[in-house]
């Protein structure tokens, strides 16, 4: 059932929580693209609320100046950094009725903050992109931008997002699971699954967290005396672990935007290798900001098939508002889809947001874009 709440009161404008942070190891990157909505949102179309969720939890009130929310001198930022007060917490409502915003500290009067219209998160990873805060704000009946419970939860679990996947039709490059009791209780047999995978598929594999995105926890193992290690790595990330073969090719991605009449693709960019890596990691995306190809050097007959299978995708996890989808293009010529992102990085080097550019949709568009549709759809089940 959608919620009887009209958006905004008349002569008012939709009031926006941007929240950002998060528990998740992706917390800085989260900021950074936290800081970016922040610049671009309009001011004059909408107010704007920022909230900060600490490493720790915390529902933080945090100043609203983008310029502290970037990388400094490689340096990450972290809503501690921005949070106005070190005890304050933000509360939401739990009662549809009931759209107020109350901020509390420690021996004071707790404090209205006013309504909330539409929540924007730009949490990256567990605890704000799987689903979690798609579940709490649907129990409020607040609606919020991007996908809902299940494809959030989806498109962050890489195993069942692939599942999901081969079960529509959608072409899926070789991988192996490794489940946290696996590994916990027979280590020996757990590693002779991924050496078993790779004897099939080949060296090298890379080994990776399978609830973690920005490329956190990746490795690219050569042979079996890095295995260990590669695994230690990703599991201190995700209990549960990710194998996949090395795919020769170059990778392409696509960005997915729900419009009026239903979602379409942007022209594709690439990634082109990178020579000051082994490959496309964390360290290349956001601190030495790797610059990728946009538009995609690619044929026309190419260009029109990545954007079908970006939007078959993004049909096929049942996502909303926004989706970049990444894929290998075989040295055969054939599209591989490799993941979805359901909250791809919005940092100013990202992306989605190039991608859009590029198909004649401005950062502030994209922006408004994005809160229209969640202003749309009713919030429950749809």
């Not at 002569?11 to 610049?39: C, Q, Y």
């Not at 209205?112 to 649907?138: I, K, S």
């Not at 190809?293 to 993004?314: G, H, K």
Request: with cysteine; aromatic share 8%.
């Amino acid at each position: 059932m959608s919620s009887e709440i009209t958006p905004q009161s008349p002569g008012r404008k939709p009031r926006v929580a941007v929240v950002f942070g998060g528990r998740s190891s992706e917390h800085a990157i989260s900021v950074v693209t936290a800081g970016a909505v922040l610049r671009a949102i309009d001011r004059t179309k909408y107010d704007v609320l920022p909230i900060g969720i600490t490493t720790e939890g915390r529902w933080a009130l945090t100043a609203d100046d983008p310029e502290r929310m970037a990388i400094a001198d490689r340096t990450l930022p972290s809503v501690a950094g921005l949070a106005q007060s070190p005890d304050g917490t933000v509360v939401l409502p739990v009662d549809p009725s009931d759209r107020e915003i109350v901020y509390t500290e420690p021996g004071a009067v707790p404090k209205a903050l006013g309504e909330v219209d539409v929540v924007f998160p730009v949490l990256h990873g567990p605890y704000g992109e799987d689903g979690t805060l798609q579940g709490m704000l649907e129990l409020a009946g607040i609606p919020y931008v991007g996908a809902g419970v299940l494809a959030s939860a989806v498109g962050q679990d890489k195993e069942y997002m692939k599942r999901v996947f081969i079960s529509f039709g959608l072409p899926v490059g070789p991988y192996e699971v490794i489940r946290p009791r696996e590994w916990d209780t027979d280590p020996a047999a757990a590693r002779k699954k991924i050496v078993d995978f790779a004897g099939e598929h080949g060296w090298p594999v890379f080994i990776k967290p399978a609830r973690a995105g920005s490329s956190m926890g990746i490795t690219k193992v050569d042979d079996v005396s890095g295995l260990d290690d590669a695994v230690a790595e990703a599991r201190r990330h995700d209990p549960k672990i990710l194998v996949e073969s090395l795919l020769r090719g170059r990778e392409i991605e696509c960005g997915v935007l729900e419009f009026e009449d239903g979602p379409r693709a942007s022209v594709p960019a690439e990634i082109p290798p990178v020579t000051a890596h082994d490959f496309y990691d964390f360290e290349a995306k956001y601190i030495d900001s790797a610059a990728g190809l946009v538009p995609a050097p690619l044929t026309p007959e190419e260009t029109a098939r990545v954007q079908e299978l970006a939007i078959e995708a993004f049909d096929a996890a049942s996502c909303e508002g926004l989706v970049r989808a990444d894929f290998f293009l075989t040295e055969d010529g054939e599209f591989v889809i490799n993941e979805i992102n359901t909250l791809p990085g919005f940092t100013p080097i990202s992306m989605y947001p190039r991608m859009w550019q590029e198909s004649g949709v401005g950062y502030t568009e994209l922006i408004d874009r994005l809160i229209q549709a969640a202003l749309r759809r009713p919030t429950g089940l749809r």
